[in-house]
């Protein structure tokens, strides 16, 4: 039995340890399965598509070749965090043959026994996921529109992530790292320093874009 753990996370500062003791502990006392028979994939990259994930990439490769016989993740996020995206995936493993584990969820897949109960929550756990990041998409536009309204805004330089441009408050090009940073950062999994080292700004500006401009990164 062949065993493929994907760990993933969407910044290049962030640790793997925790999906990797999940997962590893998962594979070893609910599979029977050794370290030996374990192979670890692991990507720092944004989960919204997965053409940018080269080790998501090669574990395809190795399903679609009949290397992998069960894929292990920690979380359905860490997979994708769009539907359509998800589904592509949990249907070249059934095709393949390949079972899907996903710790948190406590949720299994396999090729030939349909569930539908098991089926409806994984669909489901992918549409909160991609609502949630819908959702804060549209927070951000929000924020972008008022802060445009603001006489604040027409003073001193763009906030981080954006440029100022005829008037107008528009994404920089680091926005979408910026939006990921931010966000590592509003739920704990960043400090505030590896964020500026990130994003080669400072502390301050850091605390200032999530306490005090939170409307323009939906954190």
Do not use: W
């Amino acid at each position: 039995m062949s065993v493929a753990c994907y760990v993933r996370v969407s910044t290049a500062k962030q640790n793997l340890d925790r999906q990797l003791n999940a997962t590893t502990e998962y594979v070893q006392e609910r599979l029977g399965t050794g370290l030996g028979n374990i192979e670890f994939y692991r990507d720092k990259a944004t989960g919204t598509s997965t053409v940018a994930r080269s080790s998501y990439q090669r574990l395809m490769d190795d399903i679609a070749t009949g290397d992998v016989n069960i894929v292990v993740a920690h979380e359905v996020s860490r997979i994708a965090r769009s539907i359509s995206d998800l589904e592509r995936t949990a249907d070249r493993m059934r095709e393949a043959g390949v079972e899907l584990h996903i710790v948190a969820e406590g949720l299994v897949i396999r090729p030939r026994e349909e569930d539908p109960y098991q089926r409806a929550l994984f669909q489901l756990l992918g549409v909160f996921a991609e609502l949630e990041a819908n959702i804060k998409r549209q927070n951000i536009r929000e924020g972008i529109a008022a802060r445009q309204e603001s006489d604040q805004y027409h003073h001193g330089p763009a906030p981080l992530g954006f440029v100022k441009r005829d008037g107008k408050l528009v994404e920089g090009a680091n926005y979408h790292q910026v939006i990921e940073v931010l966000d590592q950062v509003a739920r704990g999994d960043l400090s505030k320093r590896q964020a500026a080292l990130e994003l080669n700004s400072s502390r301050r500006t850091i605390r200032r874009a999530i306490e005090e401009r939170a409307e323009l990164y939906g954190v």
